[in-house]
C-alpha cells in the first residue's frame, strides 16, 4: 500500500514538472516559434502554449520596430555613372496580423530571413 502512494506521489510530481517545464508565454510583442515535430511550426503571440522539452525547439521573434544598419560593401553607381558607397538606416517591423501567418508571408517567412537576436544583434541571411 505504502509503495503505490510512494510511486503515484512520485508520478504525480514528475508530471507537474514536465508541465512546468513545457510551459511557454508570449508577450505581446514577441512571437514564440514551437518548431520539431510538427510539419508547420507553431505560433504564439500574446498566447500561452506547451512544447516538448528536447524534441522541439523555442525560438523568439521580436515584432517591436527595429534598427537595423545598412551599408554597402562596393561603390554603387548613381544615374550620372558616379561611384558612391551608401551607409544608412532601415527601420523594420514584423506585422502581427493573423493573415499574414497563415499565408507563410509574415512571421514564419521573416523567420526564415532573421535568424537570431543576440547580444543585441540582428543577423540577417543573404538570399
Given at each position: 500500500m505504502t509503495i503505490a502512494i510512494?510511486?503515484?506521489?512520485?508520478i504525480g510530481i514528475l508530471a507537474i514538472t514536465l508541465i512546468a517545464v513545457s510551459y511557454v508565454k508570449a508577450a505581446p510583442d514577441t512571437a514564440l516559434i514551437i518548431s520539431g515535430l510538427r510539419r508547420t511550426p507553431k505560433?504564439?503571440?500574446?498566447?500561452a502554449g506547451l512544447r516538448i522539452p528536447f524534441l522541439e525547439r523555442?525560438?523568439?521573434l521580436p515584432l517591436e520596430l527595429m534598427q537595423i544598419d545598412v551599408q554597402s560593401r562596393n561603390?554603387?553607381?548613381?544615374?550620372?555613372?558616379?561611384?558612391?558607397?551608401?551607409d544608412g538606416v532601415a527601420n523594420?517591423?514584423?506585422?502581427?496580423?493573423?493573415?499574414?501567418?497563415?499565408?507563410d508571408?509574415?512571421?514564419?517567412?521573416?523567420c526564415d530571413i532573421m535568424v537570431c537576436e543576440r547580444n543585441g544583434y540582428l543577423k540577417l541571411i543573404d538570399e
Amino acid at each position: 500500500m505504502t509503495i503505490a502512494i510512494v510511486l503515484a506521489l512520485t508520478i504525480g510530481i514528475l508530471a507537474i514538472t514536465l508541465i512546468a517545464v513545457s510551459y511557454v508565454k508570449a508577450a505581446p510583442d514577441t512571437a514564440l516559434i514551437i518548431s520539431g515535430l510538427r510539419r508547420t511550426p507553431k505560433i504564439l503571440i500574446g498566447k500561452a502554449g506547451l512544447r516538448i522539452p528536447f524534441l522541439e525547439r523555442l525560438d523568439r521573434l521580436p515584432l517591436e520596430l527595429m534598427q537595423i544598419d545598412v551599408q554597402s560593401r562596393n561603390s554603387v553607381p548613381t544615374a550620372e555613372f558616379i561611384d558612391v558607397k551608401i551607409d544608412g538606416v532601415a527601420n523594420i517591423k514584423i506585422s502581427k496580423d493573423p493573415e499574414f501567418i497563415h499565408f507563410d508571408d509574415g512571421i514564419v517567412r521573416s523567420c526564415d530571413i532573421m535568424v537570431c537576436e543576440r547580444n543585441g544583434y540582428l543577423k540577417l541571411i543573404d538570399e
